[in-house]
C-alpha cells in the first residue's frame, strides 16, 4: 500500500521519515511514553531510525499504517493502526497513538483519531477497530470515547509489555456504530 497523507482542521498525518527520528527520540524519553505503550525504555535514537524503517515496510505489506501527527510542521505525536487484517465478512485492526507531551489536551489526538477511523471505515474498508490500554489510562480511554469508541471489558493481565503483563481496558467501534460518544463505566 502507498502510504496515505490524512488531513484535519489543524493537522496533517503523514508517514514519519527519517527527518523524524529525532523528534521521536525526544518525544519518547517522556516516562509517560513508555509507561502506557510497548515503546522501549530507554529510548535511543537507533530505536527510533528502526521505527521508521519498520513503519516503511509495514505501509508496503499493508500490515500498519502509522503516521506521524503533524501540527505547523512539527511533530505532535504517532497514531496507527496495527494488526490489519482481512477477512470475508470485513477486516478489522487496532488503533493505538502516543502524543507529544506539550502537545497534549488540546484535542490534538481525538482530531487525528476521527481522520484515522474515518480512514478505516472509509477508504480501507474494515469494519471494526479495537482499543487496549492499560488499565488506568484515562487519557487514552476518553480519546478513544470521544470518536465513539465502546468500552467492551477488561482483560486481566492481558496485555504484554517490556514492563511485563498489565490488566488491560479494551474498546471496540464498528463501521456501523453512531460515533457519538457513550458512557464508559470506567470512566466518571
Ligand atoms: C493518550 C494521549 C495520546 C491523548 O492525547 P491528547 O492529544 O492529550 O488527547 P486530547 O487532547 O485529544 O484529549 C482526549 C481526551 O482525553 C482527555 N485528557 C487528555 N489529557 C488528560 C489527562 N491528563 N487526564 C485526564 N483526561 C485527559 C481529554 O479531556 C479528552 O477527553 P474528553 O473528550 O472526554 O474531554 C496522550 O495523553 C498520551 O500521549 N499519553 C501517553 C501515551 C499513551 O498513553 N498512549 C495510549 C496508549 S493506549
Redesign the pocket.
Known sequence: MRPVTLHTERLVLSIPTGDDVDAITAACQ?P??P???TVPSPYTREHGEEFVEKVAAWWDEGAETVWAVRRDGEL??MIGLHRITEHPHGGDAEI??????R?????????A?HAVVKWAFGELGLVRLG????VG????A??A??VGFRYEGTLRQGLTSPRGRDDGWIGGLLASDDRT?VDWPV?S
Do not use: C, H, I, K
Open positions: 517522556d509517560e511514553v509507561r502506557w505503550t505532535a505525536g493505538g497513538y502516543w502524543g507529544v507531551a502537545f497534549r489536551g488540546q484535542g490534538v489526538m481525538t482530531e483519531a482499543w487496549r490500554a492499560v489510562n484515562v487519557p487514552s476518553r480519546t470515547r470521544a460518544p470512566l
